[in-house]
């Protein structure tokens, strides 16, 4: 099992930009590989990144493709994911989420873990 705990999250400006941080427990970290999910008010949790176990392989959603990129530490336990030229529409709750999978995968649903999410507003 894995326990994931975001943090990062903040207020900023549009245009600006925030580097969101999720640190996992354990000595397994580097048999997940791992995604980046958000959820705005009302709306259901969509697909941001994903990154694969080694870190070779990336996917991300084409509304922050360009703008957003996500990288691991192995040896940190830590993913990050960094978000430039950030727009209202980005607003929302971002959770890290684990599967135990080489692959990234962009379905929330092959996912088995999640932390409890970090805050991101961003005003216009």
């Known amino acids: 099992q894995v326990q994931l705990v975001e943090s990062g999250g903040g207020l900023v400006q549009a245009g600006g930009s925030l580097r969101v941080s999720c640190v996992a427990s354990g000595r397994t970290f580097g048999r997940y590989a791992l995604g980046w999910f958000r959820q705005a008010p009302g709306k259901q949790r969509e697909f941001v990144a994903a990154?694969?176990?080694?870190?070779?392989?990336?996917r991300y959603a084409d509304s922050v493709k360009g703008r957003f990129t996500i990288s691991r530490d192995n040896a940190k336990n830590t993913v990050y994911l960094q978000m430039n030229s950030l727009k209202p529409e980005d607003t929302a709750v971002y959770y890290c989420e684990a599967r135990t999978s080489s692959f990234a995968n962009t379905l929330r649903q092959e996912y088995g873990y999640w932390g409890q999410g970090t805050q991101v507003t961003v005003s216009s």
């Open positions: 990154i694969s176990r080694s870190g070779s392989s990336t």
